[in-house]
């Protein structure tokens, strides 16, 4: 079975702080990660996703994040947070030896202060 | 995602009514899910399509039918709802060449009193 944690229910940088958005996954095979983006009263946008390669994967707006085999997790970054970064955060898995679907985590609410 | 569309926004209804989702696109793709999401909760799968043949369960798929009654189109039904069914959900869409990249309707806001 796949899962995903993100332990944080919530989480508050400052403006031009850098940011991290935590997430950790269990599959019994490899990964495929994903991180989407919930801005209110809208539906999800893909930010970025790991698939094989580089273990450093750049995204939209900025973002980045780190697939990290050993610790098995897979943390969302950015240097200089804004306050429109402020949104619902998001880490999905898949399982490609044996799942069809994504697992969504219970999300991040990350909130910019100005 | 302006291509994937959800009707109604918003809707109200009481407990043993049956009501209908429905979630149009136009961004070609022959794959569509529909999630519902709770707070702290995320996002849970309820039903997904391949094509139109293809109908598959998800994570929560009991109270909750479905029909996919042409590629752009896949309608989510509650045969008789029940208060635990409030929830937001969304439609999404993704390509067969890269399923995992999906492509999010508005949301529907179902209250069931």
């Known amino acids: 079975a796949q899962s995903v944690a993100q332990p944080e229910d919530q989480v508050n940088v400052a403006e031009g702080n850098p940011l991290t958005v935590k997430c950790t996954y269990s599959?019994?095979?490899?990964?495929?990660l994903f991180w989407y983006v919930q801005y209110p009263n809208r539906g999800l946008q893909f930010l970025l996703k790991y698939i094989t390669g580089d273990n450093l994967v750049k995204g939209s707006y900025g973002f980045e994040a780190e697939f990290n085999k050993s610790q098995t997790s897979f943390h969302l970054k950015k240097p200089s947070a804004l306050v429109s970064d402020s949104a619902l955060y998001f880490c999905?898995?898949?399982?490609?030896?044996?799942?069809?679907?994504?697992?969504f985590g219970s999300g991040t609410q990350l909130t910019v202060l100005p | 995602d302006a291509d994937v569309t959800q009707t109604p926004r918003n809707r109200i209804t009481k407990t043993g009514k049956r009501i209908m989702l429905e979630c149009s696109q136009t961004k070609g793709h022959d794959r569509m899910y529909w999630y519902r999401q709770d707070p702290g909760l995320g996002l849970r799968l309820i039903y997904y399509s391949f094509d139109v043949k293809d109908i598959n369960k998800g994570e929560i798929s009991d109270g909750y039918s479905v029909s996919r009654q042409a590629q752009a189109k896949f309608s989510l039904s509650l045969e008789s709802a029940i208060p635990n069914q409030t929830a937001l959900y969304f439609c999404?869409?993704?390509?067969?060449?890269?399923?995992?990249?999906?492509?999010f309707g508005p949301g529907t806001r179902l209250l069931v009193l």
């Open positions: 999905a898995v898949r399982d490609i030896g044996s799942a069809r679907q994504l697992t």
């Open positions: 599959v019994s095979g490899n990964p495929y």
């Open positions: 999404a869409t993704s390509d067969q060449g890269d399923r995992e990249t999906q492509y």
